[in-house]
């Protein structure tokens, strides 16, 4: 049996700079990524941790900006 990967949304903590496993640095808005050993150990380690989606800024419908 073969566990399944997952997407989570995940962000450096403050102040840290966290590397992909390609050597590009995280966003530090958070980005989708699909959780493996490699993120795992990360979020372990506390450099990496849950983000939430950034909300659309438009304004709700009947209401002014």
């Given at each position: 049996?073969?566990?399944?990967?997952?997407?989570?949304?995940?962000?450096?903590?403050?102040?840290?700079?966290?590397?992909?496993?390609?050597?590009?640095?995280?966003?530090?808005?958070?980005?989708?990524?699909?959780?493996?050993?490699?993120?795992?150990?990360l979020?372990?380690?506390?450099?990496?941790?849950?983000?939430?989606?950034?909300?659309?800024?438009?304004?709700?419908?009947?209401?002014?900006?």
């Amino acid at each position: 049996m073969t566990a399944a990967l997952k997407a989570e949304r995940l962000a450096p903590k403050f102040g840290r700079r966290v590397r992909h496993i390609d050597g590009r640095l995280f966003d530090a808005g958070g980005e989708w990524i699909v959780l493996d050993a490699y993120y795992r150990r990360l979020i372990a380690d506390g450099d990496l941790v849950s983000a939430i989606p950034p909300k659309s800024r438009r304004p709700k419908k009947g209401t002014q900006a």
